[in-house]
Structures are given as structure tokens and as C-alpha cells.
């Protein structure tokens, strides 16, 4: 495995971490602690040392809850625990935006109980508007509990369709990463991301680096999704216009011999200005197999 330093922050991470946001039941499958276990157990063993999670992932934030059993059994220090904040579960794809200071004062509660952690390494605003972005009694809530130890680390984690604001004044409001949508499929935060992230040094991380399974090859023209995988919601003309690109990429840019996979996620580190991308996963092979890019990932 490979690590980078993530902005400013000191931390540390494996260039490739490990998503969560399918142990809340959105990927179509229902994950047991067991199933949970085995796969942040073959991450560590990869040399994962980074979770990413969020409060809303899942009924009764189902996802913090496991990795917080499975932490709880673990080496806590081996691991960089990153969560967001903002939302609230409803039902499958269905969220309440809470983004006031005394609601996210409350999640910073739930996420610190759920993980069973003291502190939070990487505590993220998520998917907001800018309006609830420029809040300033809100940072400064957070740079308090940050004071009082909850919190080591602040960032933002961009909604898909993007904020220019939100990169530029970041580090205005004491954040220190910015989580970007990016793959092959979607080379936006190269122009609105990357040279404010410079300027700033800000940590990138990338999200969605598969395309949500897309770029791993598996999928065809005319792929069809269960109604409870989220890849269920994905506009029809959109997906086959890219799984048209992902079918030309593999004949034309993917290495003989190189999974796509693995091609695709190292393709959005080249750049050193990406700390590290997240992958998920249903089972402990996808998550050896999404570690072996780092073969193909320069120092």
C-alpha cells in the first residue's frame, strides 16, 4: 500500500480507502456484522488504514454502528475514521437536511457513540447547499468541539453536481479536505477542484472512482439494476451513454492485461494533488481486488 498526507492535516492515508456506504443497505444487500467484519478485516490486511462513513447510511446510522462494533474489537490507532454530517435517514434514498448548529451538535454525539470512538479524525459537511455552507455560527460550533478533542479534522464533501464556492472558502471555515466526485466518467473537479485545493492545500479525496461499478468493466449496454441498489435511481440515457464510454475506454485505453478496474481507480490518483479515492464494496474479494491498484499508482 501507498499513503499520502492529506492537505495540511498530517494524516496519512492509504491512497485507497474504504467506503461504507453499503453497509447501510443501499448497495441491495443487507450486510451482517460478520459480513462487515470480513471486509474491513480485508482492507486492513491490504493495508486500508482509511474508513469513510456518514450519519446516513443506513436506518439508525446502520453503517457507523458497524464499523464502530467492528473498531471496537480492533486497534482503533490503526485507522483513520472519517464521517459526515447534515442528513438524517428517512427511508432508501429518502434524507432530512439538518444542518443547524444544534442539529449537528447532536449527530457529532450519535457518530462519536455509534463509531465508539473518542474523536473523530475527519469530520465532513455533506452534500449541502451553499447557503448552509456560509453559516459561520456553524463552523464555529465545529471549531469548538474540535478545541474540546471530538473532532481532529475538518472537511467539506462536495455534492455530485458541484460548488465552486464550497472549494474556494473552505479553508475560510477550518476545513481541510475537500470529497469530490471523480472518475474517468467525470473529470469536472480537474478544472473547479484541483487548483483551489492547490492554492490552499487542501486534501482531495475522490469518491465514486468505479462509477459506482460502471468502470469495472462488469456492466454492458443494456445492464439492468435491482429496484433497492441505488444504481436503480441512475438516469437511462445518461447510463447508456456511459456505458458506451466505459465499453471504448476498455478497447481503447485500458492496458492489455490490466483489470479495468484497477486501471480505473489508479487513472484518479496520477494526479498527487489526490490524497486518496474511496471504493466500496460487497465482499471481502472486491476490496483485495480495488487494494491491488496500488500496483499501478506511482510513489
Not at 464556492?165 to 476545513?175: N, S
Amino acid at each position: 500500500m501507498r499513503f499520502r498526507t492529506l492537505g495540511k492535516t498530517g494524516l496519512r492515508p492509504s491512497v485507497i480507502g474504504l467506503g461504507t456506504w453499503q453497509f447501510g443497505g443501499e448497495w441491495g444487500v443487507n450486510f451482517t456484522q460478520a459480513q462487515a467484519d470480513a471486509m474491513l478485516d480485508a482492507a486492513a490486511a491490504s493495508g486500508i488504514n482509511f474508513i469513510d462513513t456518514a450519519e446516513c447510511y443506513g436506518p439508525d446510522q446502520l453503517s457507523e454502528k458497524l464499523v464502530g462494533d467492528y473498531l471496537s474489537r480492533r486497534d482503533r490507532s490503526k485507522w483513520i475514521v472519517a464521517t459526515k454530517f447534515g442528513h438524517h435517514f428517512n427511508s432508501f434514498l429518502n434524507r432530512t437536511d439538518d444542518f443547524s448548529v444544534d442539529g449537528v451538535r447532536a449527530q457529532l454525539e450519535a457518530s462519536l457513540e455509534a463509531l465508539r470512538v473518542e474523536t473523530i479524525d475527519l469530520y465532513q459537511f455533506h452534500s449541502g447547499s451553499d447557503e448552509l455552507f456560509q453559516n459561520e455560527k456553524l463552523w464555529a460550533m465545529l471549531a469548538e468541539q474540535k478545541r474540546a478533542g471530538k473532532i481532529r479534522h475538518l472537511g467539506v464533501s462536495i455534492l455530485q453536481k458541484g460548488s465552486e464556492l464550497q472549494a474556494r472558502d473552505a479553508a475560510k471555515f477550518g476545513a481541510e479536505s475537500l470529497q469530490v466526485f471523480y472518475n474517468q466518467l467525470d473529470r469536472r473537479p480537474e478544472q473547479l477542484y484541483f487548483p483551489t485545493a492547490r492554492e490552499h492545500q487542501l486534501g482531495i479525496i475522490g469518491r465514486v472512482p468505479l462509477a459506482s461499478g460502471l468502470l469495472t468493466g462488469k456492466y454492458k449496454p443494456g445492464a439492468r439494476f435491482a429496484e433497492n441498489d441505488v444504481r436503480s435511481r441512475l438516469d437511462a440515457e445518461k447510463l447508456k451513454r456511459d456505458l458506451a464510454e466505459v465499453a471504448r475506454l476498455e478497447k481503447e485505453e485500458v492496458p492489455p492485461g490490466i483489470p479495468m478496474a484497477n486501471w480505473a481507480v489508479a487513472w484518479c490518483l496520477r494526479d498527487p494533488v489526490v490524497t486518496t479515492v474511496v471504493c466500496g464494496g460487497k465482499n471481502p474479494e472486491q476490496i483485495r481486488t480495488n487494494a491491488q491498484a496500488v500496483e499501478l499508482v506511482a510513489a
